[in-house]
């Protein structure tokens, strides 16, 4: 059985006559909990945007449950999440409006009118910040009035609410202290939470620190935009690390 649910064939993207991507092939397999290193500029945030098809590459193939993504329909893009490094809020929302957004996407114009009113229903929203550490006090607090990490985590309450199939984050523990960041990677990676709430069952998180990759099962090593590195976690050496650092 093919259980291939995202897969980019010879990708390459440019940018201002700048090669960003260079031929990249990758296969992302269901339930595979995936770090993603490189340094700064190395491409993983592009990446991630052409994994989730916010950017078109250049050259090459996307192909999502084994079609393009032109042959996509608006459910079938859904089955993707994504937290941002600059977290894509919305300043003069609240922070439960905020996480509310996530739900835009199965939901009608009027739930959106509802939420820009701040009559929705927050219970569902509420349960997911709860989860992501977030107190009660800020629920209803204006963006521009949070610390960073209350904001960081208002973004990634917003995604896991979403209950996709295939979770894409790009340093999603910025802003956090050590504790949080213990609670949020387990929230990112397990595929049922103890509250009996949706999880994301395929996860790629990139990141830049090395003592973050406990628990994930796959390291993809990547430099001026090419992977040089695609193992199991067990099987990373400095050599590796050598290639892309």
Partial sequence: MN???LELKNISYKYKNNLILNKVNLKIKSGEKIALLGKSGSGKTTLISVLNGSIKPTEGEVKLFN????ELDR???????TIWQDLRLIEDLSAEQNVNCGLLAENN???AFKNLLNISSFKKAHK??????LHNSIYDKKINKLSGGQKQRVAIARSLIQGSNILLADEPFNNLDPKLITTIKNLLLENVDKNNTKSTKTTLVALHRLDLLNDFDKVIGIRDGKIFFNIKRTNLKKLHLDKIY
């Fill in 67 to 70: 079609k393009s993504f032109e």
């Fill in 75 to 81: 459910k079938q893009k859904r089955k993707i999440t």
């Fill in 128 to 133: 997911y910040m709860q989860l992501c550490k």
């Fill in 3 to 5: 259980n291939i649910l």
């Fill in 109 to 111: 114009f009027y739930f």
